[in-house]
């Protein structure tokens, strides 16, 4: 639809399973864990897109045949018919959108001006057969559009309605061509071939629009579906309310919980308050500590929280600079012909709590060095953690930046050795190594992931615009502008409609 290309980032802020409803907002935004807030400006930047899609449905639309019948004094019964219609030279001016406060988005399309053409057929009386005659006809229109998306909160998700769409046609001039009786004929058929292509044009056109609406909102919900599943986890985001229409935004409110095995998550106590939103940009994320606190406790039940570092990752890694010196069987461990390799897992659920500061991570990881023997490892360690992570997002990627708050080493052994590691300035090197090398490679692992799955989910379908990562007290909120790149939209609506 037009608003498709709204409806494009609507749904995908949108989409979700819904199993309540909730009438009072104020009442679901407790139950809400991720909030999404599109404004004026952005809907501006969708709306310049929006003649493309009207473009394509016109050019989309299929016109079906129609048949009818007329008295013609004299003559008797006059029946007729009219085929082949197709749209020739179409031209669309500008679209105008408007955001209505409690109700929906009205769309505006002036001046589309297309020429239609077509076969009418026609014969007399019960003749038809033997007398039927054909006659080519153009019809040049011009027509204002205009649909009047409603969203509410419908069957398994939150829905555009469409229905309110309608077509004026301010010039409609036809033309029969290659007829012996035009003036006699022009006069019987013009109702009749004005009305049927009236009609037929309304209602192809708004059909075709609905059709991709659909199309588009099927794409994005699966997207979306996808994106936040990953093997045994997923997450529900259903939305708790309807989604809110102001002046200058349209706001959805989701579920937000984890799904892993037998079991969801719970948010019944959500901070969320609409003015922790700004409205002077165009794209709003906001997301409760309780969406991610659940999903990285069923990240470290599946065992996702484990690295491997082998040989030579591991020379190169020791290789940062520390004030500590290295014990001996470290130094020995990282020359040839040992080939090392240590391996880190998360032991104990971890932890998130977002302040103003940051996200602070508490986790525990434990880890073995392996120095050639694959039996048993020549180090054992036990930490915990805590790391205040920040985040920012450029050049289409994710940054995460790691200030270590606390780290402790519970334990630390050598296993060969048989013997618990006492030594405070063996334990002071465990404990530097932890924090300058580990929690970096962390960081970065968790980056390239997270950037890697933001790519396949098509974050690259946007330009994303100067995005921040704001941490408040239990909440984030990531903000941007976008841009929505021509040649992507033509992609789009290529694969889409053949
Ligand atoms: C479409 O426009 C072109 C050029 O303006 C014109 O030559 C052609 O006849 C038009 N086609 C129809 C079907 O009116
Ligand atoms: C409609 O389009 C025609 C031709 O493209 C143009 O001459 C006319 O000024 C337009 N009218 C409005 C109201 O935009
Ligand atoms: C999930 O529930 C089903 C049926 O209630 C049960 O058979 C299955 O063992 C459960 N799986 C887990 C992992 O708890
Ligand atoms: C509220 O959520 C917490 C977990 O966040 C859960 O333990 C508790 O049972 C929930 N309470 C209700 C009434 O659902
Ligand atoms: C790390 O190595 C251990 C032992 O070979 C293996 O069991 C584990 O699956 C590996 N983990 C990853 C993430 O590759
Ligand atoms: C989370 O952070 C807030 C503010 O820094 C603090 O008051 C609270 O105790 C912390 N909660 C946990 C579980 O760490
Ligand atoms: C380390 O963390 C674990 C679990 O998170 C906790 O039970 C333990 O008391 C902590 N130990 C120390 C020394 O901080």
């Not at 909730?22 to 929006?50: F, I, M, W």
């Not at 892993?260 to 794209?283: A, W």
């Not at 120095?371 to 180090?379: D, Y």
């Amino acid at each position: 639809m037009p608003a498709d290309i709204f409806l494009r980032l609507l749904i995908l802020c949108l989409y979700g399973t819904i199993h309540g409803c909730l009438q009072d907002r104020a009442s679901a935004y407790k139950y809400t864990g991720a909030v999404c807030r599109l404004t004026h400006p952005a809907a501006a930047v969708l709306n310049e897109k929006t003649t493309k899609v009207i473009e394509a449905a016109f050019q989309h639309a299929r016109y079906p045949s129609m048949k009818g019948e007329k008295s013609a004094g004299f003559l008797g019964k006059v029946l007729y018919g009219l085929e082949n219609l197709e749209i020739f030279n179409l031209s669309i001016g500008q679209s105008e959108f408007e955001l209505r406060p409690g109700e929906g988005i009205g769309l505006q399309i002036n001046n589309v001006s297309a020429v239609f053409s077509g076969t009418l057929q026609y014969g007399y009386g019960s003749w038809l057969v033997n007398v039927a005659q054909r006659l080519d006809f153009e019809v040049e229109t011009q027509i204002d559009l205009g649909i009047n998306p409603k969203l509410y909160c419908g069957n398994s998700k939150v829905a555009a309605d469409t229905s309110d769409c309608y077509l004026n046609f301010h010039k409609f001039r036809l033309y029969l061509q290659g007829d012996k009786e035009p003036n006699w004929l022009k006069r019987l058929f013009t109702d009749f071939i004005t009305f049927t292509v009236k009609l037929v044009v309304k209602g192809q056109i708004c059909k075709e629009i609905n059709k991709l609406a659909d199309i588009l909102a099927e794409f994005i919900q699966d997207t979306a579906a996808e994106f936040l599943s990953d093997g045994a986890i997923s997450v529900d985001i259903g939305v708790t309310t309807s989604p809110l229409i102001t002046a200058n935004y349209i706001e959805s409110y989701h579920k937000g919980l984890t799904k892993y095995l037998n079991s969801t998550s719970s948010i019944n106590n959500s901070v969320f308050h609409p003015n922790q939103l700004t409205e002077n940009r165009m794209l709003y994320f906001w997301f409760s500590d309780d969406i991610f606190k659940p999903l990285i406790a069923a990240a470290h039940q599946d065992g996702r929280f484990q690295l491997n570092i082998s040989s030579e990752e591991v020379k190169t890694l020791f290789k940062t600079s520390l004030s500590s010196v290295k014990p001996e069987y470290i130094e020995r461990c990282l020359v040839e012909p040992a080939s090392p390799e240590l391996r880190v897992w998360s032991s104990a659920v971890p932890t998130l709590n977002t302040s103003t500061m940051g996200t602070s991570i508490t986790a525990q990881a434990t880890g073995q060095l392996y120095c050639g023997s694959q039996n048993e490892p020549t180090l054992f360690f036990q930490t915990n953690v805590t790391v205040d992570v920040t985040a920012s997002y450029a050049e289409k990627k994710l940054f995460l930046h790691g200030k270590p708050q606390e780290i402790s080493v519970v334990r630390a052994e050598l296993p060969q050795e048989n013997q618990q590691i006492y030594d405070e300035a063996q334990i002071e090197f465990i404990r530097e190594a932890v924090e300058k090398i580990g929690v970096p490679k962390v960081l970065s692992v968790l980056e390239v992931e997270i950037t890697r799955l933001m790519d396949k989910q098509g974050a690259s379908l946007f330009d994303i615009i100067n995005p921040e990562v704001l941490h408040k007290e239990g909440y984030v909120v990531a903000q941007m502008d976008f841009g929505f790149p021509h040649h992507l939209l033509v992609d789009f609506l290529k694969r889409t409609l053949q």
